[in-house]
């Protein structure tokens, strides 16, 4: 039975769960959100957990980092779902008969800048990168043409110009990343287990997630950008994870960009008629394994 454990109001879980119940796969969930707070005690020294005053082994775990924050609630500061996410995510990582995602990987916090460094190492196209919160060190040029966005995430893309325009003094609160800027359309690429679904995504905004009228359609992953994706992902330990990438104006070499071990995947599973939702089930489920080993063996017959 697979745990399902992250926020009520994921829209990402609730694509999971829809498309589980659609499939019949056995199933417990753990959801924390408003109106919802599940019981839940994990015992170190009997090496148990306990949902809901009920003691429960999962065979397999899917988790996110609840970001879906409500105001007025229960989820009034990030801590909560932080911490909601550390006890299941530990309990998971302690288990080694319980199968799960990114269990593996060698960067707990999955550094953007460490990851930008080994995406070199893979052999993926990397653009020129400063990190900073001098902002007038960044050098004479166009402003409009750099973009920048935080070293962790949390706000959205915009050019340098406009951060210049909106920071007096020159020097930025925190470090973030400076870059030129790239031509649409923008690649993702998911990788689920060993499948890679890849789609291209249209928009007329700097960053596409302030679009919602952004086009994505799945297309087929580019060889060798797939084969180096793949190495990136061995060297961090990510069997679930979801990269970005975007032309240069002058060359049309795509570059890397970032890659995120917590992707929201719901909209781009839409696309695929629930193939990403089914990669994830059938990489945590049972069968899979079963029937990979007979077929391994049928093989060799």
């Known amino acids: 039975m697979i745990l399902v454990a992250g926020g009520q109001l994921d829209p990402n879980i609730g694509a999971l769960l829809r498309r589980m119940l659609q499939r019949r796969t056995l199933f417990r969930d753990l959801l924390v959100g408003p109106d919802l707070i599940p019981r839940l005690t994990i015992d170190l020294q009997k090496n148990t957990l306990s949902l809901n005053g009920e003691l429960f082994t999962p065979s397999a775990c899917f988790i996110r980092h609840d970001v879906f924050l409500t105001e007025g609630s229960i989820y009034q500061t990030p801590i909560v779902a932080l911490n909601w996410f550390y006890a299941i995510r530990g309990w998971t990582l302690s ?6 995602f990114n269990s593996h990987s060698t960067i707990g916090d999955n550094n953007k800048i460490q990851n930008l460094k080994l995406a070199r190492q893979a052999g993926l196209p990397v653009p020129d990168t400063i990190v900073t919160n001098e902002l007038n060190q960044v050098g004479a040029c166009d402003e409009t043409s750099l973009i920048q966005k935080p070293v962790t995430g949390g706000e959205y893309t915009t ?3 406009d951060l210049i325009e909106a920071t007096p003094s020159k020097n930025a609160t925190f470090p973030r990343f400076v870059q030129k800027k790239l031509r649409r359309p923008e690649l993702r690429i998911y990788r689920v287990g ?4 890849a789609f291209s995504l249209v928009s007329d905004n700097l960053d596409y997630r302030q679009d919602q009228h952004v086009q994505i359609r799945a297309i087929e992953v580019p060889q060798s950008i797939g084969e180096r994706l793949t190495c990136l992902c061995e060297l ?3 069997d679930f994870a979801a990269a970005d990438f975007m032309e240069d104006p002058l060359s049309g070499e795509l570059q890397f960009l970032e890659i995120n071990s917590q992707p929201m995947f719901v909209a781009f599973d839409r696309v695929l008629g629930g193939r ?3 990669a994830i089930i059938d990489h945590l489920s049972e069968n899979r394994q079963v029937d990979r080993g007979i077929q391994e063996v049928s093989n060799e017959k």
């Open 95 to 100: 288990q080694s008969n319980i199968r799960s």
């Open 159 to 161: 050019t340098l110009h």
């Open 194 to 197: 060993c499948e890679q679904f």
């Open 236 to 238: 961090i330990g990510l």
């Open 276 to 278: 990403l939702c089914d």
